[in-house]
């Protein structure tokens, strides 16, 4: 497939474009710089993107998966960052990845910590996104309308709802990504089929307006890439390579519950946080069954790490807030993991010394002296647009973006039949992943989370993975229940061996 990424491409591809110049060279594998990728291979460039570690390793796979209508902004009076997002959210479910992107429904639990008053003014603004999601063109066969439920449907729908003292719930529906992390690949693999370089373990040492001094991190070597544009999408990094771009980064943890840990939760939930008018923690029951619990919002003092931690002081946050509507508390316990994330947020006039959950989520396109065009900020919802900003002032002589309808890979027909989980996971591609385990059998077999044999082979051979990690910790997410990820190891490895 042309779309194919693995560890052949990529050996030969490194070597063409270690030899010739590219029209752009884009710095940063995550959605942005993925899309980045995309949208100028698409425009006919020649591309050489390159990341440091791997596809989504930075904060592309930390976030909650929300696919955000732009209700959020709106109530923050951020108007075109709404307008965007509900644009956005419509390209992804109606055109290009409708395979990986769906709505979702939300309850908002009526306790005595929700006023009648506060109800009322948090379902105007769930009507009013409905408007946005009108206007964006995108129908209520994708995305339903809000609706008030009794406390006997959001019980049937949360059965771990504390009943004493529930008035019911609001119910609305917002767009979720089935895993971040698959998006970003999907994208990548999209732009490597219009014959961009995508080149994953090559570190960017120095950036320049006409190109790169990388290293390639499996072997060492460092050499130049050459480039008469350069987009820099290295995320909350991005001020490493060009120190004209400060950020202020943002921690976001969520918790990893078990499968069931919430019962037979059908809806997440938005849960109120006590003493914050309309602040709501989130949680979100996965594909795969586990539940996720978020989400924090604490300022990064001091270097950026390669990898967050959950810090305890988070995780216990975060019970104590969800304990306030079970009927059950959560202990310890019963959290099998945790992850966090940096928002790479845009220091801007008025930013510094304030909370960080107050600072825009508007991305910015940055032009250095040196002709680099930085894009940082913004969402996994806005990659599209950020990417078409981005290339537009990178190459402004450019032909037009094409991205806003063009599929990802996996998108279209399905075949009819096949297994509900490949079809969630991989899309049009579902039939060829079966088939892998049709030729043999032995890839069947369950590796954990739901995940096979047949899943990581399929990722080694055309989705980038190159090592035991990119296939635990990105191309599935095993790895987030860290005795999962150690049971695993060994179908990582040996998958490897058999790609
Ligand atoms: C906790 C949390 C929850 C979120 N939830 C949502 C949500 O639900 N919905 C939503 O729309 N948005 C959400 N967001 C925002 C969204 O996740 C981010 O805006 C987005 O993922 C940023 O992507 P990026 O590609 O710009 O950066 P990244 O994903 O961080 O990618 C940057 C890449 O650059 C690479 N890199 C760094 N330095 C170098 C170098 N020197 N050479 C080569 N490569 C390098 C890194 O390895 C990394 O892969 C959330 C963010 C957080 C933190």
Not at 365 to 385: H, I
Not at 410 to 429: C, F, K, N, Q, S
Request: proline letters at 7%; glycine letters at 12%; charged letters at 20%.
């Amino acid at each position: 497939m042309r779309s194919s990424l693995n560890a052949a491409r990529r050996a030969r591809e490194l070597d063409e474009a270690r030899t010739s110049v590219v029209d752009v060279l884009v710095v940063g594998l995550g959605v942005t710089g993925a899309g980045a990728a995309l949208d100028a291979a698409s425009r006919g460039l020649s591309v050489a993107a390159v990341d440091a570690h791997d596809l989504a390793f930075g904060t592309s796979r930390w976030s909650s998966k929300l696919v955000h209508g732009g209700l959020r902004y709106l109530a923050s009076g951020q108007v075109g960052v709404a307008w965007e997002s509900a644009v956005e959210r419509g390209a992804l479910l109606r055109h290009t990845a409708p395979h990986l992107v769906a709505a979702h429904p939300y309850l908002l639990p009526l306790t005595s910590d929700v006023g009648p008053g506060e109800a009322a003014t948090v379902m105007a603004g769930y009507r009013l996104g409905d408007a946005l999601r009108a206007a964006a063109g995108t129908p209520r066969s994708l995305l339903p309308g809000p609706s008030r439920l009794t406390a006997a449907r959001a019980l049937a729908l949360a059965p771990s709802l504390r009943p004493h003292g529930l008035r019911g719930a609001l119910l609305s529906w917002d767009g979720r990504v089935v895993d971040d992390a698959r998006l970003v690949v999907a994208i990548a693999r999209t732009a490597a089929a219009h014959g961009a370089r995508v080149l994953t373990r090559c570190r960017v040492l120095a950036l320049a307006g006409d190109g790169a001094r990388v290293r390639d991190e499996l072997t060492g070597a460092e050499f130049d890439i050459r480039a008469r544009a350069v987009v820099n999408a290295t995320g909350v990094w991005a001020g490493g390579l060009v120190p004209s771009v400060t950020l202020r980064p943002s921690r976001g943890t969520h918790l990893v519950l078990r499968p069931g840990a919430l019962g037979a939760l059908r809806a997440g939930l938005h849960v109120p946080i006590p003493g914050e008018r309309a602040r709501f923690a989130l949680v979100l029951p996965q594909a795969d069954g586990r539940v996720y619990v978020g989400l924090t919002d604490e300022p990064l003092d001091g270097p950026v790490p390669d990898v967050p931690e959950a810090p305890e002081s988070d995780v216990a946050f975060l019970l104590e807030v969800l304990g306030g509507v079970l009927d059950r508390p959560l202990g310890r316990d019963q959290v099998a993991g945790a992850f966090a994330g940096l928002r790479p947020l845009v220091d801007g006039p008025g930013g510094a010394g304030g909370a960080t959950a107050d600072l825009s989520r508007r991305h910015a396109v940055l032009r250095s002296p040196d002709g680099v065009v930085t894009v940082v900020g913004g969402k996994l919802t806005t990659y599209r647009r950020m990417a078409e900003d981005a290339v537009g002032a990178a190459c402004p002589h450019a032909p037009a973006s094409r991205t806003a309808r063009l599929p990802l890979a996996g998108a279209g027909p399905v075949r009819p039949g096949l297994p509900r989980r490949l079809v969630l996971r991989y899309g049009a591609e579902a039939g060829a992943v079966l088939d892998l385990t049709r030729r043999d059998p032995a890839l069947a077999e369950p590796v954990a989370a739901g995940i096979t044999l047949a899943d990581l082979v399929w990722a080694a051979r055309h989705e980038g993975a190159l090592d035991a990690g990119d296939l635990l910790d990105r191309r599935t997410r095993i790895g987030l229940v860290p005795e999962d990820r150690a049971a695993a190891l060994p179908a990582a490895e040996a998958a490897l061996r058999c790609a």
